[in-house]
C-alpha cells in the first residue's frame, strides 16, 4: 500500500518507516504538530526530521503552519482532555492529507511511543478514518521501542525531553508540588515523545 505516515518527530519515526518498508508499504511522512511548543522546540524537532529524512531518503510533505491559538483554543478549559484534542487535530489533518494524495491508508508515529494513550490515538484515528473517508492503518509499533531508541543514539538524532505542547513541558520540568491541583498527569518521560 502506500500509506502516509503522520509523524511527530524523527526518533519516533525511524522503527515505524521500517516495520511498514518491510512488510512491502510505501512510505511517505507528514509533519503536522501545532501542538509543539514554544517554537525553538517546533522548529529544532523539524530541523531534526529534515536531517534524518535525508539520511534516509524518506520523502516528508511538510506543513510548517504553527497554528498556537488554534490549538490552545481546542484545549483551554479542557487540559485533563488535552491530549485527546491534540490527537484529534493531527489525525484528521493526515487523514485529509491522504485523501487529497490519494494515498490507500494513513497511520501515525504516535502509535510508536509506549508514553502515549495508544488506545485512544486507535480510537480517534478510526474515527477519522471513517469521516474522511481514508482508511487507517493500524500498526502496534510499541514492539519496536527499544530499537528505535538505539538507532536515534546511533545517529546522533536530537531527542526531545517532552511530548510537545506547553502543557507536558511544564510537567517535564516543573516539580510536582508546583503544579495546580487538577492538572492532567505527566504523559511522557525525559527523553520520550
Known sequence: MKILLHICCAPCTIYP???LQAAGHQ???FFFN???HPYQEFARRAATLEEYAAQTGLPVI???SYSLE???R????R???RCRFCYHLRLAAAARMARRGKFDAFTSTLLYSKFQNH???RELAQQVAREVGVPFHYQDFRQGWTAGQAQTKKLGLYQQQYCGCIFSERDRYLPASQRRAGAAPPRSKPGQS
Not at 74 to 77: L, N, P
Open 17 to 19: 518507516v521500517e516495520a
Open 27 to 29: 512510505v511517505r511522512g
Open 34 to 36: 501545532p501542538n509543539i
Open 62 to 64: 511538510w506543513d510548517r
Open 70 to 72: 488554534e490549538f490552545l
Open 74 to 77: 481546542r484545549v483551554v478549559f
Open 79 to 81: 487540559e485533563a482532555e
Open 119 to 121: 488506545e485512544l490515538v
